[in-house]
């Protein structure tokens, strides 16, 4: 199975329907099975199309330019956090080619705030998605940082892995707004919960830099930050994984490059290894 990352920055990108086309092609030279894709915009004041979805939402928009492309397997799930730059509901987005089982969905605040106004509440989306036989929860997420005192990271960590199902092999997507090669933090944090990161499982790897100089959030940046991670609550047979969309492979299209990984079908192979003392608050 192959899952991409990417945290979009959407509506906020210079070239921006240029950048969509290049997500898209390369949805479909992938054929990724699940993507979690994180700041995931549609304007306020834009007409809905279904649900709580508007016209000009990000996902949207890109399920119908893989739809030109001839791919038309995929479908989105969707929610907002909060009102960005006073005119965006900004949110988090699941696409996936496979079955979302019936009850299947899942959206919930991991802050404290509960407010939409306030740019640091946040939420996260999560699917159960049928695989062959196997049903895998995914989680698209993007959190706050470790030394907010508003929302401090360790807190949204806790909410977000009580309301995991234990029993089930899951995967958590996305933005964590704390450096993966940064100690004592967040980051460790997360290793500590017993939650495993499948770039260190990953058979082969490059250097997982996802963030190189300021970025909103990281004004005064002056690192190379590994932010973006695909993590398992338990160990999988990962072959890769990878960096995309930073120049070297395909096209920056965000402030963020993403990251692709793929693993060995459980179905086809032994079970996954349960971590012992996972989920501990």
Known sequence: MKLLTLNCHSWMEEYQEEKIKIIAKTIKEKS???IALQEINQ???EDIAFSNIKQDNFALVLIQELEKLGCSEYTMLWDFSHIGYDKYEEGLSIITKHKIIEEGTYSFFISSSKDREFWKTRKVIGASIK??????????????????????????????????????????????????????????????KGIRDTYSLAK????????????????????????????????VDVNYSKVIFNDKNGPVVSDHYGVEIDFNDISEGKSPTSISGSYML
């Open 204 to 235: 082969e790897k490059d250097c997982g830099i996802t963030v190189k100089g300021e970025i909103d959030g990281w004004d005064a940046n002056k690192n190379d930050l590994r932010l973006d991670l695909i993590l398992a609550n338990k160990e």
């Open 131 to 192: 695989v062959d036989k196997q049903i895998i929860d995914f989680y698209s997420c993007h959190l706050g940082w470790w030394e907010d005192e508003e929302e401090p990271f360790r807190k949204q960590v806790d909410k977000l892995l009580s309301n995991m199902k234990k029993d089930r092999l899951t995967f958590l997507m996305g933005d964590f707004n704390n450096n993966a090669l940064t100690r004592d933090e967040g980051y460790d944090y997360l290793m500590g």
């Open 43 to 45: 304007t306020i004041n």
């Open 32 to 34: 990724y099975d699940v």
